[in-house]
Each structure stands twice: as structure tokens, then as C-alpha cells.
């Protein structure tokens, strides 16, 4: 598949255009001010419509801010730039309509069904006998007629997340917003829901004109979504937006379904290579992604683990689908992407066209015994990861060769938040300590260097500090 480069057609944030969308994102962004006077970005400047007659799924790795793009379109919380428009007047000015079902069902244990249904009605000042009529057919709808008087803690998982349905379809919300719905069930139950909600939404059963579905499942995204836009992250921003035009219903088994899924899986691992245009889609927006990073963002993978999936790899051929992959492992894809992120990052593998692919490097690396693995490892830490070996360099530097981990914080700083300082840190230090580039003194919190041979380290290439 060519990789092309589509530029980015955002409109002016002054003169929203006047078109049909419910909800319309206008270089909307998140950001947090530091007191260095720089800031932590979580999401940049982003556009995003939604539009009647639409499922639109929100995909992206962990950290990637769908959450948060929820929030802002929900008008649960205020974008630090930008603007975010109902029916073209300012979210914050405007008669919202819209409903949340959230992951953990965040039901009224101490409430019945019925009442729990009832809440937002009641809320809303509306009248007993029609908040109980409206509730009634609302639970009758998703399948609950007869459990009105249960309470939650008499319901499984699948029932619970029903009562989600109903309470937030009773208010008869233009537009539904799904934050993971289905990620807190068992397969067969999500399965169940994800068929019962495509089906009250082509029977025009669910009183509502959009739905916004933020997951991390590919599959479930291309099984219900009209639309598709996958997030980039630090920070978060649009990395492709496109069409699904495959007839429901879809199966997962057809070659244009299996295809779809490989090229999100390729647009989540590849995110230095700007997205070629979806296989056999009309192309949406397509944004650059032009942002100049000084630090990589390491992903928080074991060592252990990358080897483990090395020898997997090697076991299928050296070569095998991700979405195979993850499939024979159990894994959903915040599971198994840091672990091939981190193997592509020290050259251990490649990803071609949604398969990983092992290199002669990654190889040797699945083949060797333990002392022979981290002095691979070592080798293509120093290469390949900036914070590591600045880390190494300065312990060389220091005359009692030991560095204060704030030293490095204060770097990371510039760039990240501060929850993902501490996770990048932490990440560092394992990676660190097992190729044994320098040790950790977790008491006093600095970095020593341990009694590996210099020619160890010199040996190692060393590539220009800005190819980052």
C-alpha cells in the first residue's frame, strides 16, 4: 500500500461552516500550563463533526486523550482552545441534549431498575406517571421488562449494562455517547449487546440521531461504526478519519473486513508513517503529522515481553498477522501494541502492512541465551532510545559517576505530563537495569553506573543526537 501524504483541510475557527452537523470540534485542543511556563499538550488542534444518521467510532492506544475528546464534545468539559458547537451556537451557550453510558454502568445500587431509569427524568422535572410510562418502554426496548423492580446488585454484568442503555435512551438524546460500553463484559455478552444495539439503531428503535462510540477494540469499531477516526498520541490528534462502507451486516470472516482491521492495526503501529488511504474506502481527512519530537515516547513493555512475542513470531515463520497475533494470545490491542512498539523501536521487528515481522536482529535476540540478549538489548537501547543514552553519557561525565533521576524529570517535563514522566522514568529504569547501561537507587533516587566494561558500551553504535 503507497503512503500518501493528504494535507490538512481544517476550517477556520472564526467561521464555522454552516452545515448539519450536531456537534462540530474546531481546532479544539487540551492542554495544561506548567509553571516553567511551558505546557503539557494532551490533545492539539483538532476538527471533528458529528453528523445525523451516524455511528462514529473513536479509536486510539492508551494515552491518546479519547476520553477527554469525549468529554469536550459532551460539554462535560471546556476545551482550553478552540470551540466546540451545537447546531452551529457555542456548546456552552447552547440546549444540550445528549447521554452517556459509561464502562462501569455507574448505576444507583440503592435504587430499583426503574428508578435508576427513571433518575434522569426525574431530574429533568418531569411528571411521575410519564417519567414511569416513558421507563417502562424504554426497559422494554432493551430486553428488561419484568426486572423494573430488581436492584442492581441482583443483575449480571450484560443486565447492568442494559439498564446503562435505558437510562441514558430514556431522555431521548440526539446524540449517545459510548465510553468502552462493551470492555467491562465477557465475549459473549458484548456480543450480544454490540447485535442488539445495531439492531434497535437500523430499526430507527433508539430515539436518538448519532452515536459516538469511543473503544480500543478494532473489531468492534469496524463491526458498528458508519465512520472511523483514529487517534495519534503525545498528544492526542487525528491520524486518519474515514467512511466504513461495508453493508450490515459485516462479517468478520470477508476479506474487506479483515483488511479494514489490518490497516487500523498498521495506522495504531506505525505512527511515524503518515496513513495511506483506507483499502477500498473513500478517503477522509488525512492529517500530517508534522510534530518535531525530541524524546521518544518509550512504550511501557518488559524486556521479557518482547521476547516472549519474538519467539511467538518465530514459532509462526518469523511473520504473522498483529490481529492473529493478538487473537492467539487473548490480548486486546492496549495489551499487545506497547510490546510491539517497544520490539519495532530496537529494530527487533517491522510492521508491513498490518503484519510484524521479525528482523535478523530480533532473531538472534529470541535465540540467545540471557547474557547474550542483554548485551543485544544494550546494543540497540544505546542506538535506538535518546533518554538512555543521555542517561549513560552523563554517568560517564560525573566524576562520582551518579545522576539525580529530577535531572532527567525536568527534561522529560518539557514534553510530558507529569503521571507519564513518571511512567516513562519508570520504563527507563527497567529497560536500563536490565541491559545494564547503569543501576538504580530507588532510596535516594539516583542513577549509578554499574561495573560494565566501557569497550561494552563504546562498541555500541551511536547515531546523531537529532535523528529522533
Not at 382 to 394: E, N
Request: charged content about 25%.
Amino acid at each position: 500500500m503507497q503512503e500518501a501524504v493528504i494535507p490538512n483541510q481544517t476550517p477556520p475557527l472564526e467561521a464555522p461552516p454552516a452545515v448539519d452537523a450536531i456537534i462540530r470540534a474546531v481546532k479544539v485542543e487540551k492542554y495544561y500550563a506548567q509553571p516553567s511556563q511551558n505546557r503539557i499538550q494532551v490533545i492539539s488542534a483538532t476538527d471533528l463533526d458529528i453528523v445525523p444518521g451516524e455511528i462514529l467510532a473513536l479509536l486510539g492506544p492508551s494515552g491518546s486523550g479519547k476520553s477527554t475528546m469525549l468529554r469536550m464534545l459532551s460539554g462535560l468539559s471546556v476545551p482550553t482552545a478552540g470551540q466546540v458547537y451545537w447546531h452551529n451556537l457555542p456548546i456552552a451557550s447552547a440546549e444540550v441534549n445528549v447521554s452517556i453510558v459509561f464502562q462501569s454502568f455507574a448505576l444507583f445500587p440503592w435504587l430499583t431498575v426503574l428508578e435508576n431509569v427513571e433518575a434522569p427524568l426525574q431530574a429533568r422535572g418531569v411528571a411521575p406517571e410519564e417519567r414511569r410510562e416513558r421507563s417502562m418502554k424504554m426497559l422494554d426496548t432493551v430486553g428488561l421488562d419484568g426486572f423494573e423492580g430488581a436492584y442492581p446488585k441482583e443483575l449480571s454484568g450484560g443486565m447492568k449494562q442494559r439498564v446503562g442503555f435505558a437510562r441514558a435512551l430514556v431522555v431521548e438524546p440526539e446524540v449517545l455517547f459510548m465510553d468502552e460500553p462493551f470492555s467491562a463484559l465477557d465475549v459473549l455478552t458484548a456480543e450480544n449487546l454490540r447485535s442488539e444495539l445495531l439492531e434497535l439503531w437500523a430499526k430507527k428503535t433508539m430515539p436518538t440521531k448519532a452515536v459516538f462510540l469511543v473503544t480500543h477494540n478494532i473489531e468492534e469499531a469496524v463491526l458498528l461504526a458508519d465512520r472511523i477516526v483514529v487517534l495519534g498520541r503525545n498528544p492526542g490528534h487525528i491520524r486518519t478519519d474515514f467512511k466504513v462502507q461495508l453493508p450490515q451486516p459485516r462479517d468478520r470472516k470477508s476479506e474487506p473486513f479483515t483488511q479494514l482491521v489490518d490497516y487500523i492495526y498498521k495506522v495504531l503501529t506505525r505512527p511515524d508513517v503518515v496513513p495511506a488511504e483506507a483499502p477500498d474506502q473513500q478517503a477522509g481527512q488525512r492529517v500530517r503529522d508534522q510534530r518535531q519530537m525530541h524524546y521518544q515516547m518509550l512504550p511501557h513493555a518488559r524486556p521479557g515481553g518482547m521476547a516472549g512475542l519474538l519467539e511467538l513470531l518465530l514459532d509462526k515463520g518469523g511473520r504473522d498477522d498483529i490481529y492473529h497475533l493478538a487473537d492467539d494470545l487473548a490480548f486486546e490491542i492496549d495489551d499487545l501494541l506497547p510490546i510491539v512498539d517497544a520490539a519495532q523501536l530496537l529494530g527487533f521487528l517491522t510492521i508491513e502492512e498490518g503484519d510484524a515481522a521479525i528482523t535478523p536482529s530480533g532473531t538472534e535476540f529470541a535465540n540467545s541465551e540471557i547474557l547474550r540478549q542483554k548485551e543485544l538489548f544494550r546494543g540497540a537501547a544505546v542506538k535506538s532510545v535518546l533518554l538512555l543514552r543521555q542517561i549513560r553519557r552523563a554517568l560517564e561525565a560525573k566524576s562520582d559517576h551518579t545522576v539525580p533521576e529530577d535531572f532527567f524529570l525536568d527534561m522529560l517535563d518539557e514534553q510530558f505530563s507529569e503521571e507519564e514522566c513518571l511512567r516513562q522514568m519508570e520504563t527507563a529504569v527497567a529497560w536500563g537495569r536490565y541491559a545494564e547501561l547503569f543501576d538504580f537507587d530507588a532510596g535516594r533516587r539516583r542513577f549509578v553506573l554499574p561495573d560494565t566494561p566501557e569497550e561494552d558500551i563504546a562498541s555500541e553504535t551511536t547515531p546523531n543526537e537529532g535523528a529522533e
